[in-house]
């Protein structure tokens, strides 16, 4: 099936400049941090200083390296949460190590984006930038489980 | 700098199936499409149907064949819009061609997931698929230039 198609390579867009060293549990909404974009691709950033948010979508560069994801995990590592599918998690340990993240825009200067929030490691590989939609990305009336805010 | 990374490949988890047969502005919202995961990662699915809404990545594999994406572009392709930064847009061609949805889960049954919402068209790869966390995921404050909402 899908696997049969052509593979599907990325190249790394720029690169998270970061005072967190190394991985943690997703607690950064106070950090800031750089994205340092190709220089070739500093044209591309035009205009997106026009929005307040952007979604950033990176490489989770030292999980990507350890074998065989898991197909189950503890969310957040902790024993007392019940183990769940990988897919229901927000773990890095997953078949495609892409991370996730919304971040606030602080400032765009030249091909350097100052951003709050993004929890990812200095050095992660940023492999696309997206602005943030409000109502395309965002919902409502969205249910998660009890297990998800039980902290 | 970064493209100095070593290659990072993905493999799709998955693929897309659905009424959409050709690529199309993003209007998808009531669309109705399965997911189906590779059955080796059944079990990677567990615990997902416990939430409203998931986030998909997906591998806009019809834009990924046409050569060196553009730097600028004009939203949704209307001339009457400005050019901008293809990274202030959600264009499918983009130097990588990962495309992200946020759909509302509506069932799962064993390795096919039913989804609204997903405007990727069928047969289109799928990457990764997250619990769609509210307060992570969504912002409550965020701004977009007027361009956005000029349709």
Known sequence: MANELPGM???AIGVVRSEIKQPSMPDGKDVVSDIVVDVNLTEALDNLDEFSHIIVLYWMHQRAATGQPPTKVRPMGKQKLPLVGVFATRSP???????????RLLQRQGNTLKVK???AIDGTPVIDIKPYLPGYDSVTDAKVPQWVTKR
Chains 1, 2 share one sequence.
């Open 117 to 119: 929030g993004l929890d």
């Open 9 to 11: 390579t990325l190249k």
């Open 93 to 103: 340990d997953r078949p495609n190590p892409v991370g996730k993240a919304t971040v």
